[in-house]
């Protein structure tokens, strides 16, 4: 597919709010119900705070940060800085004090929109060390201490100056922004540790915009539940620019604590998510079953067996015959039609990115009906590189490449991709920017992957890639993914790097564990005591290893440690997109692991 004309989130705000002008642009739930806001009013309120922005000093060019979750506040700050020329910097509300202290140093940012008084203090403790920073905006009624004035406040001074030629002029200097224009810094540490602020112009997001209305289809009238971090550039784009560009009503979740009354009340039509929503998702459907005792147990059994058979069927253009279509019916009465009516009932699309999906999840929901479009891409990409489309769809991919982007392997089999959104280059890193962007403007990704009838799969990171004191190369990945599909399984890592074999980290899903636990009549006070007893242990061992069939001898792992604690972002084991930082495990738990090792190879 051809490249997307390029283009600037500027004019996508504008085309998009002038051309639907609908009642319900936004949506978020106070007084205990969603409440609608008009593309009028977004477009008063984005004026309003620019021109505010202007009042206290901040120019087209300067940095601002955000630090807020999801919510109308947060759209309101982001078109007002695009529409201003100033770059803005997102920030994970998830991160303590401490590791937001070198982002806002390097990004230089001199005013931050600032959520609620718990993220104020925050900032508030760092203003000593990062003199840059002039303004504190906060989104509260009153103003916290620590913060400088409210979005209210900065909404008033910029009304102040607001008339019919101060719009015009406004207007007029939002679309002379350039498609090369810087848009916005957004920080990833990947799995190293170590920040690197990625520069990403408007048509690097623009162009991935773009790119996704001409693989599916908007009716304009979707509705999509926004969950997702919006400083991550998968739920921005996807979330935020693609359902503001299509028309759709963008309804905030009030946290992932109330995600289903959230799906029950929105109905959405099109959602984001990450693997891991839809592993919780399956989990739920499975403690259910297993809570309601022996019958409901072999159904949920039997109905994952049809769903795999099923999908196997259906998902590759052929028909279903009558024996098998027969028993999906019966699968979708007894179980599915009541998942599809948890996610709202009106579901029409799921996007999986931030990490691979299970094979056997996926399956589990197609059967459901409902269809979850994997995809793949980098916070430097802007962030889609490929995906599975209604048209090019294969279950254990992640799908053709977007319009405009090539990709190739690379002899080692890293996967390389070149297009329109790959990023201008890391902030204040050239010789990181020159390792990632190669003379030819190849950005390399990092990740091992193989393209087969143009759909891409990927089978590992590079940097993550084992390799044995016997020089056995195991990519780690797909072998945890596996270990994942357990419902007594919330996180997993493997390690064995320049060891003789690998062992496991294995995170328990303590909810499971202990329904079964109970059903076993197994008596316990803590988590440890739950994780340390033998029974526990051995089912735990056998569900995850009998995982493992047809993986090589030398891949299999042969020890497992079974941890009474979750890895966190805290703790500076999890980014803040929540992948595992590998080298920080490792070191936490060193003792762990070298007791694994201390065994011996029996």
Not at 39 to 53: K, W
Not at 200 to 219: E, K
Not at 319 to 337: K, S, V
């Amino acid at each position: 597919m051809t490249r997307p004309a390029p283009g600037t989130l500027a004019q996508l705000f504008f085309d998009a709010a002038l051309g639907y002008d609908k009642p319900d642009a936004l949506q978020v739930k106070r007084d205990g119900a969603y409440r609608p806001i008009s593309h009028r009013t977004l477009l008063e309120r984005v004026r309003h705070v620019a021109f505010g922005l202007a009042a206290i000093g901040v120019r087209p060019g300067d940095r601002v940060a955000i630090l807020s979750e999801n919510r109308p506040e947060w759209a309101i700050a982001d078109f007002a800085c695009l529409t201003s020329g100033i770059p803005n910097v997102p920030l994970y509300p998830s991160l303590p004090a401490a590791r937001l202290l070198p982002l806002l140093s390097d990004s230089g940012v001199v005013a931050a929109f600032v959520s609620t008084p718990e993220q104020v203090r925050k900032i508030a403790a760092l203003r000593a060390q990062v003199p840059a920073l002039r303004s504190v905006i906060a989104f509260t009624e009153a103003v916290p201490d620590g913060a400088d004035l409210t979005l209210s406040d900065l909404e008033a001074l910029g009304r102040a100056r607001d008339g019919p030629e101060a719009a015009a002029r406004y207007r007029d200097a939002a679309r002379a922004i350039g498609p090369d224009d810087l848009a916005t810094v957004i920080y990833t540490s990947g799995t190293s540790g170590e920040p690197k602020g990625a520069m990403l112009t408007h048509d690097n997001i623009a162009s991935n915009v773009a790119a996704a209305r001409t693989v599916l289809d908007f009716p304009g009238n979707d509705v999509s539940l926004s969950f997702l971090p919006l400083s991550h550039i998968f739920e921005r784009m996807g979330g935020h620019y693609l359902m503001f560009a299509v028309g759709a009503s963008i309804c905030y979740a009030e946290s992932l604590v109330s995600l289903s009354e959230n799906f029950a009340e929105v109905r959405p039509t099109f959602v984001m998510a990450v693997p891991r929503i839809y592993e919780t998702i399956y989990a739920a459907a499975w403690q259910q079953a297993t809570t309601r005792g022996v019958l409901a147990r072999t159904v949920f059994r039997w109905a994952c067996a049809v769903a795999t058979r099923w999908t196997d069927v259906r998902s590759t253009g052929r028909r279903a015959g009558p024996w098998l279509a027969l028993q999906h019916a019966a699968a979708d009465r007894l179980l599915f039609a009541r998942l599809r009516a948890r996610m709202g009932g009106k579901i029409r699309y799921f996007v999986s990115g931030g990490a691979p999906l299970a094979v056997e999840i996926n399956k589990f929901f197609y059967a459901a009906g409902i269809v979850i479009l994997e995809g793949y891409g980098l916070t430097e990409t802007a962030p889609v590189i490929a995906v599975n489309t209604p048209a090019h769809f294969r279950i254990g991919t992640v799908g053709h490449a977007f319009a405009g982007v090539e990709v190739r392997i690379a002899p080692d089999g890293e996967i390389l991709c070149r297009g329109p959104g790959v990023m201008r280059g890391y902030l204040n890193q050239p010789e990181a920017t020159r390792a990632a962007i190669d003379a030819d403007g190849w950005f390399h990704t990092g990740d091992i992957g193989e393209s087969r009838d143009g759909f891409l799969s990927i089978t590992d990171r590079k940097k993550d890639l084992i390799i044995t004191s016997a020089g056995k190369n195991i990519a780690p990945q797909p072998i945890e993914n596996r270990i994942r599909e357990s419902r007594y399984v919330s996180q997993v890592m493997m390690v064995g790097d320049r060891r003789p074999y690998p062992v496991l980290l294995v995170v328990p899903n303590m909810d499971a564990l202990a329904a079964w636990a109970a059903a076993h009549a197994i008596v316990w006070q803590t988590p440890a005591a739950l994780v340390a007893d033998p029974a526990v242990r051995r089912h735990v061992e056998r569900d995850v290893l009998g995982r493992l069939t047809g993986v090589a001898a030398y891949e299999r792992p042969r020890r497992m440690a079974i941890l009474d604690h979750a890895f966190t972002i805290d703790a500076g084991e999890l980014t803040p997109k929540l992948s595992i930082m590998r080298h920080a495990v490792v070191a936490r738990y060193a003792d762990v692991i070298e007791a694994m090792y201390a065994k011996g190879d029996s």
